[in-house]
């Protein structure tokens, strides 16, 4: 299957702090990203779309102030977790949608543990 | 409201007794329904997509179908490695869309 990649895999940091994450399409071509935001033992939620030449949307209530995304190709999206805080500290996944053969999915990162101190 | 309910939430079994998931939804403009698997600490691994009722998909252990209301994953004769998060999800229309997904069974599967 197609892959996507996330970068970092694991970032611990001080409150206050700005985080960056990648994540890459490594051999298809995505218009369109997502990221997701899961808590130990919940589901994936999902928190905005990443969109190629375009601004992000932006789910209710996540702060868009806050988590900066920008699409800055049609392989690469970036979140970037501004002032990080405890109450941040998650797991962000990322998933990009794939049209192939006679079905289509969506092929998701494997995600970035963040941590907030 | 678009919910996606998964049952059980935990799921104890021994290696070789087979059982099924449960996902039940309420979507409004349903396009696909998608199943994934998730170790600990990972990404969720694409297993299958099911677009209309009655449709089925199978690999390897696992197989996958769909109602109207719900789908079911089947896994026949399971192994320890079959133990991971089994995460339900839902897709509305049109194609591309972000995914609703369910809180996920974790299957235990013991030799």
């Known amino acids: 299957g197609a892959v996507v990649s996330q970068h970092p895999s694991r970032v611990i940091c001080k409150s206050g702090t700005s985080v960056k994450i990648e994540c890459r399409s490594l051999?298809?071509?995505?218009?369109?990203m997502f990221w997701y935001r899961q808590f130990p033992k919940k589901s994936l939620m999902l928190m905005a779309t990443?969109?190629?030449?375009?601004?992000?949307?932006?789910e209710q209530g996540v702060e868009k102030d806050k988590f900066l995304i920008n699409h800055a190709s049609l392989t690469l999206s970036t979140l970037t977790v501004t002032s990080a805080h405890p109450e941040d500290s998650s797991f962000y996944i990322c998933?990009?949608?794939?049209?192939?053969?006679?079905?289509?999915?969506?092929?998701f990162g494997p995600g970035t543990r963040l941590t907030v101190l | 409201e678009d919910q996606v309910t998964q049952s059980p939430e935990a799921l104890r079994l021994q290696e070789g007794e087979s059982s099924s998931l449960n996902c039940s939804y309420t979507?409004?403009?349903?396009?696909?329904l998608f199943w994934y698997r998730q170790d600990p600490g990972k990404g969720p691994e694409f297993l299958f997509t099911?677009?209309?009722a009655g449709e089925e998909k199978e690999k390897e252990r696992l197989k996958a179908t769909l109602t109207k209301k719900e789908s079911f994953l089947h896994i026949t004769a399971p192994k320890p490695e079959d133990s991971a998060t089994y995460l339900c999800?839902?897709?509305?229309?049109?194609?591309?869309?972000?995914?609703?997904f369910g809180k996920g069974t974790t299957l235990s599967v013991s030799s």
């Open positions: 990443s969109n190629e030449g375009s601004k992000a949307t932006y």
């Open positions: 099911l677009y209309s």
């Open positions: 051999d298809f071509q995505a218009t369109t």
């Open positions: 998933s990009a949608p794939w049209t192939g053969g006679n079905t289509d999915t969506q092929y």
């Open positions: 999800a839902v897709q509305k229309v049109p194609a591309g869309t972000a995914l609703i």
């Open positions: 979507v409004s403009g349903l396009r696909g």
